[in-house]
């Protein structure tokens, strides 16, 4: 199935200075497949993405992007991928009309009032064709840039946080949005840091300080992490709240409500711990899940931060 | 009291912009380099009683009159015999290219003139296009001839001084014989006030895609460096157009600037001109971080072409290293065709060195900025 391969890359080194942003990250997509990129901020994100899609060299690294080699074909792939920024960069001081005829032009896209056309028709935007870019909310831009950049069919679409400050319904159709052009085909690696939408993702990669630390479906990498929970409830938990934190068995503590999320490494272990603390207080202990967000704190905890 | 003024706050303020300005590299650079180049510019470079002008000397015969008066005003600094024995009509070929300032005939029966005791005559015929470069030239050639006519014939000064009541010295004022000197600003102007509206455009043309983010996205599409550059400079090829009409049509509405030569050839040469500006400023901008270094180059490169083209002091007056600086910029050349072709009526064989070197620019300033673009964010 090496051909189903849209990403296939090895060793992707990227530094800067002499800081090593990405190191040595290996990563494969499948056609047809979204991929959810995770990682703290400054954990090369961006900087991969960026690698992916001809936007920078990699100092090494091998592998093939849409079949083509990433450190010889960048130009080639920079037209068949289509990327969307983490920050709105179409112009806004040009109309949504003026924006789309553009990218269609430099993409040599004909005839080019049918694509122009057909891409405000679908973003329902074709009476508000001639506003401005820079009037539109927050939503409406990341939806433009979404048409923009997979007006010319691209067969990888790179993206990079899209979601960051749109509100929830709007992220909500974004991802529809994405779940239809990977149903047409589209393979989908998209950058982000709300633990809901790794969820929405066939698969996750985890990147932290440049360095993969995990890759799988949802479940898998949950599995992996061997990570056990339980959920400590009533009035008092405030009080046991930091004794919990200190215990050498308990990697976390987080309270949501009146609900205590406890996480440690051996099931064992933690339900003893947590029965002892908790014996003299008012409050009951059950079994719970653990979620994608305490695997990722345990990831970012175990990582030696390189950023400093 | 924390509504009045309070020294701490002033001190946070103060330490703020101090930290920033001493980051911003090239600024600091300009804060330091500007005046120097400024002192060394006007106190070296400029003169407003320029010497050493190129001088064409016709003359047929060769008496010792013709040749005193040669060697005095070859020992003369107003005046550099750049092209002597020439015919009256390569000199004449010479002016009309800018070559030469001025034209200094003597007429072949001058030896038979002064002994005769009549009225010797020289004729001067002075580009007077730029009036600030020949007037005091021209004042000067009147002793200078008398002077060594006196010692020729080896009387004493005072006789000397006699005669020159009657050497008469006819000066011809080429071009612009009423000295006006608008008919030198106004083709000049044409030239600065391009230089800095289309350098200044296009310097800040990839630092505004910089600075709004809009950089990334546009490398992320397929365009090539030289798409992007030549699509983001020609634009202001038709501003350049634009402006070329207002500043001519004012030129001759306003102050009455003579048009002598061909207006295509003005045409021709002022779109290479401003092409050649254009990619100067995208070169600009590709090394410039932000909007403010990027002004701050245009005004670097603005200076020397003011001071030092030709446009506002005689280019022929200036020492030899600033004449060198001055022939590294299109600006010089620009104003030597346009004058040239406004003013005296050049045609292409004429500038046509001049032109050559402006596409040379276009070349280079190309090659340049292409060399620093970038097709990735690295």
Known sequence: MKSELVIDVRDLTKRFGNKTVVNQVAMQVRRGEIVGFLGPNGSGKTTSIRMMCGLLTANSGEGTVLGLDLMRDQLKIKREVGYMTQKFSFYDDLTIEENLAFVARLYKLKPLHTYVDKTLESLGLTSRRKQLAGSLSGGWKQRLALAACTMHKPKLLLLDEPTAGVDPKARREFWDEIHVLAAEGMTVLVSTHYMDEAERCHRISYIAYGNMLAQGTVEEVVASSGLHTLLVKGEDTDKVAHTLADHPDIDQVAPFGSTLHVVGPNEDKLKSAVDEICADYDLTVELGETTLEDVFIKFMSDSKDNMQ | ?378
């Open chain 2, 1 to 378: 009291m924390t509504h009045f003024f309070s020294i701490s706050r002033f001190y946070a303020m103060f330490l703020k912009e101090f930290i920033q300005a001493k980051r911003d590299r090239i600024t600091f650079a300009m804060i330091l380099g500007l005046p120097i180049i400024q002192l060394i510019l006007f106190g070296y470079a400029i003169n407003n009683d320029p010497h050493s002008l190129p001088t064409a000397l016709v003359y047929t015969s060769n008496d010792p009159y013709t040749r005193a008066i040669v060697t005095a005003l070859e020992v003369s600094d107003y005046y550099e015999f750049s092209h002597v024995g020439v015919s009256a009509s390569e000199a004449n070929d010479l002016m009309q290219k800018g070559e030469v300032s001025f034209i200094v005939t003597i007429p072949s029966d001058i030896a038979t003139r002064i002994q005769r005791k009549d009225k010797p005559t020289l004729l001067v015929a002075a580009d007077a296009t730029d009036p600030a470069a020949s007037s005091g030239a021209v004042s000067a050639l009147k002793n200078l001839a008398n002077e060594a006519l006196a010692r020729v014939n080896g009387e004493e000064r005072a006789i000397a001084l006699q005669r020159a009541q009657r050497l008469q010295i006819i000066v011809h004022r080429r071009y612009n014989p009423e000295g006006i000197s608008q008919y030198n600003t106004v083709p000049g102007l044409l030239g600065v006030i391009m230089q800095i509206t289309m350098v200044l455009m296009t310097a800040l043309s990839l630092t505004r895609e910089r600075e709004r983010g809009t950089m990334e996205n546009l490398l992320a599409m397929p365009a090539n460096s030289a798409e992007i550059m030549l699509g983001k400079v020609t634009p202001y090829l038709c501003l350049g157009a634009v402006q070329m009409t207002i500043i001519l049509g004012a030129g001759q509405l306003l102050f009455d600037v003579p048009f002598v030569g061909s207006l295509w050839l003005i045409l021709f040469s002022t779109l290479i001109y401003v092409f050649s500006l254009v990619l100067l400023g995208y070169f600009f901008s590709t090394i410039a971080k932000s909007q403010m270094q990027a002004m701050q180059l245009m005004v670097l490169s603005l200076l020397p072409s003011i001071l030092l083209s030709g446009f506002m002091f005689p280019f022929r007056g200036m020492p030899h290293w600033a004449q060198y600086i001055g022939e590294c910029l299109p600006i010089t050349h620009f104003i030597r065709i346009i004058r040239g072709v406004m003013l005296k009526g050049a045609d292409l064989s004429q500038v046509g060195n001049e032109l050559a070197i402006l596409f040379v620019f276009v070349f280079v300033f190309s090659l340049m900025a292409l060399s620093r673009s970038k097709r990735t964010l690295d």
